[in-house]
């Protein structure tokens, strides 16, 4: 596998971006959909930033380096990555307060309607937000299996809320089914794209979209903690109220009066001062997603994951079988689905003894994570993974089953942050 794997990157397109990227030797990160590793333009342009911008120019780089509008112009450079207009994407604050102004404005349009639809399993932060008014007695959380959501849409339904690729098993809700369904039912649909932005495309506009969130700190490689983007379609512009009404969202923010303005369009957002070194840090991740393209990393993603499937079969590690005909020490079951066409950008297995065998993997230099209780996640970069990573990393998870490498006590014992 190793040979052929070596022919495959040989001839692969994006093979050059992998020297774009600061990767320690040894490694081979498979936790890309978790955290995105360092661009080597990063550090440079933080410096800029830092000793030019800051350091030189002071207080005057709000305008003479145009720190006042980084926001807005990060999230007119999202926006055509996720099927969006420059004027309807803006970069900031995190995913889950983004969720929450989100949350909040889609009930404030639909009045007389106070339940926030979603599926058990997603991503917490989401339902997290639904739990926060919902205490404050402005919504009700209904939850629904993903083949029984549309079912679940009714008269008193303001919003459906999903994560577009589900963050553990990778798998894929139809965007465009399920926002039509929601909006025949008079409801509003919020998608995070925490694991698609970057990673696979997405056309907000082309489905119909009212609201979107993301992560930059994951396929955009902005960094940990790196700031979130929103997205709100035109045609709710002008009746968007969100919640946290900070001075940055102001119509006029230098005017400093007692009263608050809102500002046009999705400047509205904007709650506190934005944080620059980061947003910084996430304009040079982005802007490398962009010049190589999602369509060309999504159809090298899927190349990638197909490749370490075969690569798994022919070593013995996937179960064929039903898990409950087959003991759990003789191989992984395949949680994601299995049409790549149907996953985002990563595989998960589920295992008893995930936990143990994710860490026996990062002490063999294949990073990957664990989600619990029982499944191993790998996530698939491909602006900077080879295919020849893949050969070495199903080699490696094949000699960590085969050997119980796992057992030992050191990878037994759960820390605190998995």
Excluded at 174 to 191: F, S
Excluded at 334 to 363: K, N
Excluded at 407 to 412: D, L, Q, Y
Aim: hydrophobic content about 45%; some cysteine; overall charge negative.
């Amino acid at each position: 596998m190793l040979e052929r794997a070596r022919e495959l990157d040989a001839a692969d397109p994006l093979a050059r971006y992998r020297e774009r990227f600061d990767l320690p030797d040894g490694v081979i990160y498979l936790d890309g959909n978790s955290l995105g590793a360092l661009p080597k333009a990063t550090p440079e342009r933080l410096e800029q930033v830092v000793r030019g911008e800051w350091g030189t120019d002071l207080i005057r780089s709000w305008n003479s380096a145009g720190w006042i509008d980084l926001p807005q112009r990060l999230g007119a450079k999202i926006a055509p990555l996720v099927g969006a207009e420059g004027h309807e994407v803006i970069a900031c604050d995190s995913t889950s307060v983004n969720l929450f102004k989100l949350i909040a404005a889609a009930l404030a349009m639909r009045p007389g309607r106070k339940v926030i639809l979603s599926e058990p399993g997603n991503f917490p932060t989401d339902l997290y937000m639904i739990a926060g008014l919902e205490a404050q007695g402005l919504a009700t959380r209904r939850l629904a299996e993903r083949e029984r959501l549309i079912e679940a849409l009714d008269d008193d339904v303001a919003l459906l809320l999903l994560t577009h690729v589900h963050y553990k098993t990778g798998a894929l809700h139809d965007m465009t089914a399920l926002t039509e369904a929601a909006q025949r039912a008079g409801a509003l649909v919020l998608w995070d794209l925490s694991h698609s932005g970057g990673a696979l495309p997405v056309d907000l506009n082309g489905c119909g979209a009212d609201f979107a969130v993301g992560c930059g700190y994951k396929y955009f490689n902005g960094g940990p903690g790196a700031p979130a983007y929103a997205f709100v379609a035109e045609r709710h512009h002008a009746a968007l109220e969100q919640p946290l009404t900070g001075w940055m969202g102001h119509a006029a923010p230098f005017a400093f009066t007692d009263d608050y303005a809102p500002a046009s369009g999705v400047a509205r957002l904007l709650c506190g001062t934005p944080p620059i070194l980061s947003l910084a840090a996430l304009e040079v991740g982005v802007d490398l997603v962009a010049e190589i393209g999602v369509g060309r990393l999504y159809a090298k993603s899927q190349a990638l994951s197909g490749y370490l499937l075969e690569c798994l079969a022919e070593a013995g590690v996937i179960t064929p079988l039903p898990l409950r005909e087959r003991g759990w020490e003789e191989g992984l079951g395949l949680v994601s689905p299995a049409d790549p066409t149907h996953r985002g950008s990563q595989l998960s297995f589920r295992h008893p003894e995930a936990y143990a065998i994710c860490q026996a993997l990062i002490a063999r230099g294949v990073i990957g994570d664990f989600r619990a209780p029982d499944v191993l996640r790998l996530g698939f970069a491909p602006a900077y993974l080879r295919f020849e990573d893949m050969a070495l990393a199903a080699h490696q998870l094949a000699d960590v089953l085969a050997t119980r490498a796992w057992a030992c006590e050191e990878f037994s014992i759960r820390s605190a942050v998995t």
